[in-house]
Nanobody, 115 residues
Framework: QVQVVESGGGLVQTGGSLRLSCACS????????MAWYRQAPGKQREFVAD???????NYLDSVKGRVTISRDNAKNTVYLQMISLKPEDTAVYYC?????????WGQGTQVTVSS
């Protein structure tokens, strides 16, 4: 069993910053890709960023330059550093970990950006 737990969400003003964390625990040998998704009210969940075990990253175009994904393989943890936040970044942010071709999701952490 693998557990995925996000933390670090909160309420910030436009232009503010947040750092999200996602820790994986349980029966883990190695984690392949780790990713962040988000879901705003009334919208579908969308990809934000991901990072492979080797450190290759991909980003949603609208967050490029404002978001940095990183990971600590020794801690089975992935981070999402967000700066210059905008009201349209408001969403529940979910972490996904891929292990042995299986996907594990966290429960999400709320990010609210006030205008």
């Amino acid at each position: 069993q693998v557990q995925v737990v996000e933390s670090g969400g909160g309420l910030v003003q436009t232009g503010g910053s947040l750092r999200l964390s996602c820790a994986c625990s349980g029966r883990i040998f190695s984690i392949n890709t780790m990713a962040w998704y988000r879901q705003a009210p009334g919208k579908q969940r969308e990809f934000v960023a991901d990072i492979t075990a080797g450190g290759k990253t991909n980003y949603l175009d609208s967050v490029k330059g404002r978001v940095t994904i990183s990971r600590d393989n020794a801690k089975n943890t992935v981070y999402l550093q967000m700066i210059s936040l905008k009201p349209e970044d408001t969403a529940v942010y979910y972490c996904k970990a891929v292990l042995n071709r299986l996907e594990y999701w966290g429960q999400g952490t709320q990010v609210t950006v006030s205008s």
